[in-house]
Each structure stands twice: as structure tokens, then as C-alpha cells.
Nanobody, 121 residues
Framework: QVQLVESGGGLVQPGGSLRLSCAASGSIFRINAMGWYRQALGKQRELVALIPSGGRINYADSVKDRFTISRDNAKNTVYLQMNSLKPEDTAVYYC???????????????WGQGTQVTVSS
């Protein structure tokens, strides 16, 4: 079993900052890409940022130059630093990881439970 646990959400004023963390635990051989998605009320889940195990980081256009994704492979943890937050960033944020549990395993996607981010004055 693999678990992803997010933390760091909350209420912040427009222009403020938050840092989300997501730690993966359990039976893990390798984690490939890790990412953050969000789902606002009444909308579909969308990609916010994706960081592969090697290669180019991808950001949604709406968060470029405001959000920064990073990862600590030794801790199986991915972070999302969110600056200059706007009301339209309000959503439940989910982390995702592509995990192989053993050498010959197929990679499977795992999701965290979600953390609420609310940007409001």
C-alpha cells in the first residue's frame, strides 16, 4: 500500500502565500513524476504543476511565475510554494505520484486526500 498525505492548506488573503507538502509512504520502490492538481467547486480537476523524476517541470499557464513545485526524493515528498495568491486559486489541491512498488511493477497513480486552499479577504 502507498499513502500520500498532504498538508499546508488554509485560508489566506489575496496576495498572500502558502506552502503545500505531500509525503508519500508505504511500500515504494521508485516514484516517477509527482504533481499537484486542483479542483474548484463545480469545475473539473486540473493540473497545476508536474515535476518528473528527471526532465522538465510543467506549470499551468494560470500559475506560472507565481507557484513553484519542488521535491525531496530522500523524503518522498513534493512541495508547492504558492505566492501572489488570487481568489481564483481557491480549490481543493490534490497531490499525485506515479509509483512503482517493486522493480518489475507497473507504475500506478496514487492520490492524496486533498487539502483546501481558500483565498479571500
Amino acid at each position: 500500500q502507498v499513502q500520500l498525505v498532504e498538508s499546508g492548506g488554509g485560508l489566506v488573503q489575496p496576495g498572500g502565500s502558502l506552502r503545500l507538502s505531500c509525503a508519500a509512504s508505504g511500500s515504494i520502490f521508485r516514484i516517477n513524476a509527482m504533481g499537484w492538481y486542483r479542483q474548484a467547486l463545480g469545475k473539473q480537476r486540473e493540473l497545476v504543476a508536474l515535476i518528473p523524476s528527471g526532465g522538465r517541470i510543467n506549470y499551468a499557464d494560470s500559475v506560472k511565475d507565481r507557484f513553484t513545485i519542488s521535491r525531496d526524493n530522500a523524503k518522498n515528498t513534493v512541495y508547492l510554494q504558492m505566492n501572489s495568491l488570487k481568489p481564483e486559486d481557491t480549490a481543493v489541491y490534490y497531490c499525485n505520484a506515479g509509483v512503482k512498488q517493486y522493480l518489475r511493477d507497473n507504475e500506478r497513480p496514487y492520490w492524496g486526500q486533498g487539502t483546501q486552499v481558500t483565498v479571500s479577504s
